[in-house]
DNA sequence: CGTCCACAGGAAATCCTGGTTT
DNA sequence: AAACCAGGATTTCCTGTGGACG
């Protein structure tokens, strides 16, 4: 950037012929990336290192399927970035292909229940489930049961052995409940030729006890736990992907060897190791570097954090924007807030800015949904005498904070 | 040791949108 | 056109409660 303001500048030559020589020079310089979309979130190695037990496990399971009995459930558990998803999508793959060269009745389906307006709701996650065994229906108006019965017809008439991947069950359980994997389980009793398996995968351990008894029973039958990867692992998975993405020589080891030792601080996340490293390759291209080195894997790091947080207040609704607000400028001067306090703020806020005043029951459970992307924290406390009330801390560090400060203002001031 | 504060947070109701069915 | 349907946001009404104070 700031050689292209220079070269613009200097008057020697014509326009012309410096912005070719920006473009040649960008030409001669073939960048650090060979094949960027390998690291990208979606991408789907065929060699998932360091989980061979856990895919052992997973086939073992699933392979009954094989021979036309019915899987057991398996419930997942793990922290985020241990490899669940990749793990799961990578044995559904394999076990298709088989499926499809011995001709055998079998569907698989993955489904993350998290994807906003795909699989968010009962409604959608059935719609979704329909739409991966051919049946197309209207994205509202039509009753739940209607689709229920759709999709068991249409299984029973095909036959199907149908094995179903609910990704991050925890977030549906958790916003409409689990009547509808009672509904699930209960029906497949009913199915003559057809048989539904089901494989959950959650972070959250918390959430899955609180499951209604007959449900937990019947969706554990088996169990596989992932557990974090430490730094060397990180370490080999980096290392693998980085041969395939980067030109020879276009990074050092002791880059990779910053980014596993960060991501491994962070829980073992290779998905933040895997960000860092596309990251700290994007920096070193725009710095016209050859080569990836570890201050680029600092920058990374710091602009990592930025960046996932100021996208996460972007998206937020305008209401949920001005709590945060509100909770900005009350824990000015002092690191922790209450309930009270913020809805005071948020009152002005809202009045100001042309928002309807919400009411504190509802800015109540807007803390809520901060607290739920990670944004704040809020623990409720009692004060004795003086009553309870949540105790309400901003959970970003310095840097992080300016930058939504920044935002906020700009929206609301 | 009982009160009682200042909220937490569950449940149901309301209002709306965008859709289907009859 | 009338009657439903799911779902999102919000309100209304409500019961519950940890612990400082008296
Ligand atoms: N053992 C592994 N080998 C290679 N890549 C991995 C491995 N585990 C995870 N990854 C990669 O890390 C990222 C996050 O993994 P993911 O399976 O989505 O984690 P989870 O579902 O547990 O949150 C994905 O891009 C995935 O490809």
């Known amino acids: 950037m700031s050689q292209l303001t220079l070269c613009f500048h200097d008057d020697v030559t014509s326009n012309k012929e410096k912005i070719q020589r920006i473009f040649i020079e960008y030409m001669r310089n073939k960048g650090v990336f060979k094949n960027k979309a390998v690291l990208d979130e979606n991408f789907l190695p065929d060699e998932l ?5 856990e895919i052992q496990r997973l086939v073992q399971i699933l392979a009954p ?26 044995v559904l ?14 569907k698989t389906i993955y489904v993350n229940c998290k994807l906003k307006k795909v699989a968010d709701t009962e409604y959608r996650l059935l719609a979704r489930l329909l739409h991966e065994i051919g049946i197309e229906v209207p994205s509202t108006g039509l009753p739940t049961d209607v689709l229920y019965l759709r999709f068991f017809k249409e299984i029973e008439r095909k036959g199907l052995i149908t094995i179903i991947a609910l990704d991050e069950i925890d977030f549906l359980v958790y916003k409409i409940g689990d009547d509808f994997l009672y509904n699930f389980t ?5 199915l003559r030729r057809a048989k539904v398996s089901f494989i959950g995968i959650t972070n959250n351990l918390n959430l899955f006890r609180q499951l209604d008894a007959r449900v937990k029973s019947s969706l554990s039958e088996e169990e596989i736990v992932f557990h974090p ?18 030109n020879d020589g276009a990074i050092t080891e ?22 860092l490293l596309r990251l700290a390759g994007e920096i070193a291209e725009r710095r016209n570097s050859q080569v990836v080195l570890e201050e680029h894997v600092d920058e990374a790091a710091r602009k990592l954090e930025i960046d996932s947080v100021s996208e996460a207040v972007r998206s937020l609704p305008r209401q949920a924007q001005a709590v945060l607000l509100a909770i900005i400028k009350s824990t000015k001067n002092k690191n922790k807030t209450t309930t ?37 924290e809020a623990r409720t406390i009692s004060r004795g005498r003086y009553g309870r009330t949540r105790e309400i801390t901003i959970a970003l560090d310095e840097p992080a904070k300016d930058e939504v400060r920044r935002l906020l203002f700009g929206y609301f001031m």
Do not use: W
């Not at 399927?65 to 799961?88: D, E, H, M, Q």
């Not at 209960?186 to 009913?190: D, P």
């Not at 005071?344 to 803390?367: F, H, N, P, Q």
């Open 49 to 53: 290192l360091h989980r061979d037990r």
């Open 65 to 90: 399927a094989l021979r036309g009995y019915r899987p057991s459930n398996v419930f997942i558990y793990g922290g985020v970035g241990t490899g669940k998803t990749a793990c799961v999508k990578l």
């Open 93 to 106: 793959k394999e076990l298709d292909e088989i499926a499809e060269r011995e001709n055998l009745p079998i």
């Open 186 to 190: 209960r029906i497949n009793g009913e």
């Open 229 to 246: 990867y430490n730094a060397m692992q990180l370490k080999d998975i980096l290392k693998q992907r980085a041969k395939l993405a980067f």
């Open 254 to 275: 002791a880059a990779i060897n910053k980014c596993a030792a960060i991501a491994a601080q962070e829980h073992g996340d290779a998905r933040r190791a895997l960000n």
């Open 340 to 376: 009270s306090d913020v809805y005071r703020k948020y009152r002005d806020i809202a009045m100001r800015s042309g928002l309807r005043v919400l009411t504190l029951r509802r800015v109540g459970d807007l803390i809520n949904e901060l607290a739920l992307v990670g944004l704040v």
